[in-house]
């Protein structure tokens, strides 16, 4: 049983690591940051152009104070595919940014360049543009006609719109439903059409009228997955442009936020995406389990680019 003196030994050690650790922080963030760091570093942050967060821990604070924090673009993992410039926002005790820090969400065809960098206190805005940057053409995650087909036995139209999402006739009761939102994959939030895969069922996305660049990019991931808990079957994904078929992958969990990109001719025609889950149901654990009609979400982002002339 614990007498006094040790309660106050382990009191006073508790204290001393706390004093320990507040020095250290303080040591290496420069203590807090106040209100005018927040406000010189929206001064320092150019209009109309994508905002970065570069130290991940400054997200929550800076999403409340600086207006371009709060856009889609300055959530989850930095995805800098079609922009031609872009801000970084990060803290000044991190080290410098570099280009290969940014370099693995660009195109190899595309190179960063830092123009200028600004200090507001501990905070550093930088300021960056792309060499041969990548131009947006169209992209199936902002369709204005998309039509989504689910088959199970027959196939079926899937109602709904791009703004609401989609529910198809089987995934109703559920509440099941196609839309565009942030999902996790591979422990990171990603901005894609969560899209959740029934078994032995397949989904289409149709649009009529795609415009096309040089390349079609995109992604495809599981979302919310944990290994240690649950093992999904592969997922199969076909591509066809003009009712022929371009590209045809299988995707697995351990595949992570895997990308893809399919080399087209530019020009106008029908696109059609279609995901097929290959291997029903899914594996549970603990308890060590299988659910044949288990379902999963998907997550997909996908679009056309080609390469624009530099400024």
Same mark, same amino acid.
């Given at each position: 049983?614990?007498?006094?003196?040790?309660?106050?030994?382990?009191?006073?050690?508790?204290?001393?690591?706390?004093?320990?650790?507040?020095?250290?922080? @303080? *040591?290496?963030?420069? #203590?807090? %940051? /106040?209100?005018? $760091? &927040? !406000?010189?570093?929206?001064?320092?942050?150019?209009? +109309? =152009?994508?905002?970065?967060?570069?130290?991940?821990?400054?997200?929550?604070?800076?999403?409340?104070?600086?207006?371009?924090?709060?856009?889609?673009?300055?959530?989850?993992?930095?995805?800098?595919?079609?922009?031609?410039?872009?801000?970084?926002?990060?803290?000044?005790?991190?080290?410098?940014?570099?280009?290969?820090?940014?370099?693995?969400?660009?195109?190899?065809?595309?190179?960063?360049?830092?123009? @200028? *960098?600004?200090?507001? #206190?501990? %905070? /550093?805005?930088? $300021? &960056? !543009?792309?060499?041969?940057?990548?131009?947006?053409? +169209? =992209?199936?995650?902002?369709?204005?006609?998309?039509?989504?087909?689910?088959?199970?036995?027959?196939?079926?139209?899937?109602?709904?719109?791009?703004?609401?999402?989609?529910?198809?006739?089987?995934?109703?009761?559920?509440?099941?439903?196609?839309?565009?939102?942030?999902?996790?994959?591979?422990?990171?939030?990603?901005?894609?059409?969560?899209?959740?895969?029934?078994?032995?069922?397949?989904?289409?996305?149709?649009?009529?009228?795609?415009?096309?660049?040089?390349?079609?990019?995109?992604?495809?991931?599981?979302?919310?997955?944990?290994?240690?808990?649950?093992?999904?079957?592969?997922?199969?994904?076909?591509?066809?442009?003009?009712?022929?078929?371009?590209?045809?992958?299988?995707?697995?969990?351990?595949?992570?936020?895997?990308?893809?990109?399919?080399?087209?001719?530019?020009?106008?025609?029908?696109?059609?995406?279609?995901?097929?889950?290959?291997?029903?149901?899914?594996?549970?654990?603990?308890?060590?389990?299988?659910?044949?009609?288990?379902?999963?979400?998907?997550?997909?982002?996908?679009?056309?680019?080609?390469?624009?002339?530099?400024?």
């Amino acid at each position: 049983m614990l007498t006094k003196l040790p309660h106050r030994m382990l009191l006073a050690a508790i204290m001393c690591v706390s004093v320990v650790e507040l020095a250290m922080t @303080s *040591a290496r963030y420069g #203590g807090a %940051l /106040r209100t005018d $760091h &927040w !406000r010189r570093a929206s001064e320092h942050l150019r209009a +109309d =152009t994508p905002l970065i967060i570069g130290t991940p821990w400054l997200g929550p604070e800076a999403r409340m104070r600086l207006d371009a924090a709060g856009a889609p673009e300055a959530s989850g993992r930095p995805d800098l595919r079609g922009l031609s410039s872009f801000d970084v926002l990060r803290h000044d005790r991190d080290g410098p940014s570099s280009a290969h820090v940014w370099q693995a969400s660009l195109s190899p065809r595309s190179k960063p360049v830092l123009l @200028s *960098a600004e200090r507001a #206190g501990p %905070l /550093r805005v930088e $300021h &960056w !543009r792309v060499e041969r940057p990548e131009r947006v053409v +169209d =992209t199936l995650i902002h369709p204005r006609a998309l039509r989504v087909l689910s088959t199970r036995d027959v196939e079926r139209t899937c109602p709904g719109n791009p703004t609401d999402g989609y529910t198809c006739p089987e995934q109703r009761r559920a509440g099941h439903r196609i839309k565009r939102q942030f999902a996790e994959v591979d422990y990171d939030a990603r901005r894609c059409l969560s899209i959740p895969l029934l078994s032995a069922a397949s989904l289409s996305f149709r649009r009529a009228e795609f415009q096309r660049g040089d390349r079609i990019v995109g992604h495809l991931g599981f979302e919310d997955f944990n290994a240690r808990l649950r093992n999904d079957g592969p997922v199969t994904m076909t591509v066809e442009i003009e009712g022929e078929m371009v590209a045809r992958s299988t995707f697995s969990n351990a595949d992570g936020w895997a990308g893809f990109e399919i080399p087209t001719t530019p020009g106008a025609g029908s696109l059609t995406v279609s995901l097929y889950a290959t291997a029903p149901g899914a594996w549970i654990s603990p308890p060590e389990r299988y659910q044949p009609g288990a379902s999963r979400r998907v997550c997909l982002e996908l679009r056309a680019l080609d390469e624009e002339a530099s400024p």
